[in-house]
């Protein structure tokens, strides 16, 4: 059986359908909507008779353009009868493509601006013209456009509660874009008739990162009768939103400890003080600690449901340790604290 219809012209694009109707055995080839040509599966081979469906079967080949020295845009296969082709070049719905998760090194990071290079193809006589917009207005007069959104986070994992904020390329955002983990998605959107598309050549982000903050100086660590009671001078830093504690019984490893049944976590969180006693720790045990600061949480352009949940639940990244000092907690006689001497590092 060989469908065949109007030869097909160089540089020229078009439409061809090939779709069965297996309740009446008719099998039909249109091009650009148009029908060329039909054939009836049917033992009569017209309309009527036996219907004999076609089937590939699990050895069976099907093979697309195998004589064709042109080239293909695209090819779908339907599981129905499409009644009504859509001829146009590109859907008219457009499409979207997300990217990966970028990973810009540091929490709260500051997106200032998206950057897009791109522009629009349309048939030409002959071929295609290329109109390239670059770092500008993707939005083009036959209606074909690009839209553009951002999401971030500081946490790679969820995305869920995140929405897709709508931004301008080449215009700066405002500080409220803020996160370690960006995302970017883009929608395209062709002319109204379907025949020009605007296409994207490349994307950049310009942004920020946000160093984590120095850590504290003039650490001290006093002993008590099991406890030690930490305490240093602020990081240089003016944005510091608290302090982590480290600490534990080996140098530096600071895993925290277990006594007996009770196991004390590393790090502490002390907030934005600058001591804290550490308590339940146990006499004759040499224990070591450092201290790092972290940034406070900035403003985010949303609020996920855990947020919602957790208000006090942030995002911390700690910058560096401070110089590791010492203490062995131990039982005084009476009028005797802290064991009069201090271990100090700067």
């Not at 036996?50 to 004589?67: C, E, H, K, M, W």
């Not at 082709?85 to 540091?106: C, I």
């Not at 790679?156 to 904020?165: A, E, F, G, K, Q």
Request: glycine content about 12%; hydrophobic content about 35%; proline content about 6%.
């Amino acid at each position: 059986m060989v469908l065949a219809g109007s030869p097909i012209l160089p540089r020229t694009w078009s439409h061809h359908l090939i779709r069965y109707d297996a309740d009446l055995g008719l099998l039909e080839y249109l091009v650009n909507g148009q029908l060329e040509a039909l054939d009836y599966t049917t033992s009569l081979g017209k309309e009527g008779g036996d219907v004999f469906t076609p089937v590939i079967g699990d050895n069976g080949r099907l093979s697309f353009g195998a004589n064709f020295s042109g080239m293909m845009d695209e090819i779908r296969i339907y599981n129905c009868y499409l009644e009504t082709p859509s001829l146009s070049k590109y859907p008219l719905k457009g499409g979207r493509v997300e990217s990966r998760t970028l990973d810009l090194g540091s929490v709260n990071s500051q997106i200032l601006k998206l950057e897009a290079f791109g522009g629009r193809t349309s048939s030409a006589a002959g071929g295609f013209k290329n109109e390239y917009a670059g770092n500008g207005c993707l939005s083009f007069k036959d209606h074909s456009e690009l839209n553009f959104f951002v999401r971030t986070n500081n946490s790679i994992y969820r995305w869920n509660d995140v929405p897709w904020i709508p931004v301008k390329p080449g215009v700066a955002l405002s500080d409220t874009f803020r996160g370690r983990f960006i995302q970017i998605a883009v929608d395209f959107y062709p002319s109204g008739d379907g025949e020009t598309s605007p296409y994207l050549s490349e994307l950049r982000v310009i942004y920020n990162a946000a160093e984590p903050p120095p850590p504290p100086t003039q650490v001290i660590a006093v002993a008590w009768d099991g406890a030690v009671t930490l305490s240093w001078k602020a990081s240089v830093s003016r944005d510091v939103g608290g302090y982590l504690i480290y600490y534990g019984t080996a140098q530096g490893e600071y895993f925290g400890a277990i006594q007996g049944n009770t196991v004390h976590s590393s790090p502490i969180d002390a907030g934005n003080r600058t001591s804290l006693r550490i308590e339940g720790l146990t006499n004759g045990t040499l224990y070591y600690f450092a201290v790092a600061a972290y940034y406070k949480p900035a403003p985010m352009v949303f609020e996920s449901v855990r947020q919602v949940l957790e208000p006090g639940r942030q995002v911390q990244e700690p910058g560096d340790f401070s110089r590791e000092v010492a203490a062995r907690p131990l039982q005084r006689p009476e009028g005797l604290s802290g064991g009069g001497c201090l271990n100090e590092s700067y």
